[in-house]
């Protein structure tokens, strides 16, 4: 069946391909290879690439978050955690891309908007993976020490529980913080997307 499918698609393509003339198979070419151009100097700008791997520094792309880099590194969680530890789901590896892909593109959209707030506080989905990861990590000082019990987020947005941040709330990254109050904390600065060359050429 996707067999079929599929070489239906080639057989259209090919049909379209033969019905287009010399100078618009040049202008679709152009155009398509424009394009994709287009998109990869995007994803380059942007470092998307530092997305994929689980290398904190790659949060302070964004000017914003520098206050939750710096105050996580100087945490107890900055020695034995990374933000997607905490940040984006662990149950399987293709929930872990997505939630960290439309969370991220929820990051672009409130930046390029203008939208984002000073203090950035954590939406309901985040929340919920936010806890999930808590409880993920600590399940045995949960369930043999304090014997809380596995209490999920929405058991506490029913009322029958609290959230571990209820108690916990500077553990990551202290107290509520925004850039207005670490204005000199220091991070690790993204190399300039610029090409060497281009920099060179631009010094003369």
């Given at each position: 069946?996707?067999?079929?499918?599929?070489?239906?698609?080639?057989?259209?393509?090919?049909?379209?391909?033969?019905?287009?003339?010399?100078?618009?198979?040049?202008?679709?070419?152009?155009?398509?290879?424009?394009a994709v151009g287009l998109v990869g100097l995007f994803f380059y700008l942007l470092r998307m690439h530092t997305y994929l791997g689980d290398d904190p520094?790659?949060?302070?792309?964004?000017?914003?978050?520098?206050?939750?880099?710096?105050?996580?590194?100087?945490?107890?969680?900055?020695?034995?955690?990374?933000?997607?530890?905490?940040?984006?789901?662990?149950?399987?590896?293709?929930?872990?891309?997505?939630?960290?892909?439309?969370?991220?593109?929820?990051?672009?959209?409130?930046?390029?908007?203008?939208?984002?707030?000073?203090?950035?506080?954590?939406?309901?989905?985040?929340?919920?993976?936010?806890?999930?990861?808590?409880?993920?990590?600590?399940?045995?000082?949960?369930?043999?020490?304090?014997?809380?019990?596995?209490?999920?987020?929405?058991?506490?947005?029913?009322?029958?529980?609290?959230?571990?941040?209820?108690?916990?709330?500077?553990?990551?990254?202290?107290?509520?913080?925004?850039?207005?109050?670490?204005?000199?904390?220091?991070?690790?600065?993204?190399?300039?997307?610029?090409?060497?060359?281009l920099q060179k050429m631009l010094k003369k």
């Open positions: 069946m996707v067999k079929k499918v599929f070489t239906n698609i080639i057989q259209k393509l090919l049909a379209f391909k033969t019905r287009l003339s010399y100078g618009q198979k040049i202008f679709l070419l152009v155009s398509t290879g424009l520094s790659a949060c302070v792309n964004c000017h914003i978050m520098t206050p939750y880099y710096a105050t996580w590194m100087h945490s107890s969680h900055g020695r034995d955690a990374t933000c997607n530890d905490c940040h984006v789901p662990h149950n399987n590896i293709l929930n872990k891309y997505f939630f960290k892909a439309k969370d991220g593109m929820n990051h672009v959209r409130k930046f390029v908007t203008f939208s984002e707030r000073q203090a950035i506080t954590a939406e309901e989905a985040s929340a919920g993976v936010i806890m999930d990861n808590c409880i993920r990590c600590h399940t045995q000082l949960n369930q043999e020490f304090v014997k809380t019990g596995r209490i999920d987020y929405m058991m506490v947005k029913r009322g029958e529980g609290m959230a571990c941040w209820d108690c916990h709330r500077e553990a990551a990254h202290g107290v509520m913080n925004s850039l207005s109050s670490t204005p000199h904390a220091q991070v690790p600065l993204p190399d300039s997307p610029v090409p060497q060359w």
